[in-house]
């Protein structure tokens, strides 16, 4: 079971420590905190990756990205592997400005997921 995170967000929010790989290089990147946001459709990478694990970027597409607020802002993309749960997701992800990434609905719904929020917990749900 993993912790809710309550120094960074109030109130409290679940957050996965994902491994990031570039697959031509083997470069790993490990711990990166990630936001469980289940309100978020595509999974968002800090840009501080690219530099870390030697990424090129994407450079002929940018992605429109509208925030819960309506703001409209574009993305740069990478091709990476994002390891979290026992699980390996190769694709394309979105890279972000800031220090911790967000795992949206692009991850999540291939992940069963429990959250116990009154024990400020989440883990990954397996079948006995």
Known sequence: MAKYNTIDFDPAAPV???TLRNEATNAEWLDVPMQIDLGADVTLIPKTTVDKLGLAIISDIRYEL???????????AVELTLLCCRRTFRGRYLLVEQNMGILGRDILNLMPLVFDGPRLEWFEYRRR
């Open 16 to 18: 996965a420590y994902v």
């Open 66 to 76: 509208m925030g819960f607020d309506g703001t409209v802002s574009f993305a740069q």
